[in-house]
């Protein structure tokens, strides 16, 4: 249990999405579709789909990674959440922009902010199955999409006149820390495929009705929960002057 948690629950263990990258070929294209797939034992698979291929497959290689991965369960209606341990999410190095970064937890002394797995627009928890498995399984996916981020990222620098490439994706490249360190302008940028859930009040008001759980996973309502929050929020970004609006929807989509 991690130190001051107040989670009531906690699980460890290993997830590997993926068994052979021929699998993750084909699943990868059904979850850029958003098609359904299988999840059994956080292994992922599909029956047959004519999901088209898709531009990076051949930069899917060593895709047969296991993750670590802490689950954490409280006994109030908040929602079970999932962190990945190992190999850990590097920031600027290999972390995604899919976290919950008001989520984070420590464990011995390094912060680990919660996956972003899925939103209350997205995934309805069924009543066959417990929620931390549900949330397990969908953490499953989650780290398939991101093996695919982490596989096709290229590294941008920031420009006084915008955003240029510096590295091209290679078949098997290995992040640069030392180069990263050096330049705040430097930043990765990989494919997600598929839905990511919203992360902005305007995303939010737009995707998620009153009567669906809430983003903060609170177990609430939305209407009953952090809709009245968002709704100021977005109202204070559309009376903001221009470069403050263009900063917030550059934010909601990093
Ligand atoms: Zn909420």
């Not at 397990?136 to 780290?143: E, H």
């Amino acid at each position: 249990m991690p130190e001051k948690s107040e989670a009531s629950h906690a699980y460890i263990g290993f997830i590997r999405p993926f068994s052979e990258d021929a699998i993750a070929v084909k699943v990868v294209r059904a979850l850029d579709r958003d098609l359904p797939v299988q999840v059994d034992a956080g292994r992922l698979d599909v029956s047959e789909s004519d999901a088209p291929p898709l531009p990076f497959e051949k930069l899917l290689t060593r895709t047969a990674l296991p993750f670590l991965v802490l689950a954490l369960e409280f006994s109030d209606s908040r929602r079970p959440r999932t962190y990945l341990v190992d190999p850990p999410m590097v920031p600027r190095v290999s972390d995604c922009e899919h976290l919950r970064l008001d989520k984070c937890i420590t464990v011995n002394g390094v912060v680990l902010p919660a996956l972003c797995v899925y939103s209350g627009s997205l995934l309805k928890f069924t009543g066959d199955r417990t929620h931390v498995e549900q949330v397990l399984d969908q953490t499953a996916i989650y780290l398939a999409k991101y093996l695919v981020w982490l596989r096709t990222r290229r590294l941008y620098r920031r420009t006084a006149t915008g955003i240029e490439l510096v590295r091209e994706r290679r078949t098997g490249e290995q992040a640069i820390a030392a180069a990263l360190q050096r330049s705040n302008d430097l930043f990765w940028r990989g494919y997600w495929p598929g839905t990511c859930a919203p992360s902005s009040p305007a995303g939010h008001l737009a995707t998620i009705r009153p009567e669906n759980e809430c983003w903060c996973w609170s177990g609430k309502c939305y209407g009953e929960c952090c809709r009245d929050e968002d709704q100021k929020r977005e109202r204070a970004v559309r009376a903001a002057p221009f470069v403050n609006r263009l900063m917030a929807a550059v934010r909601s989509k990093i």
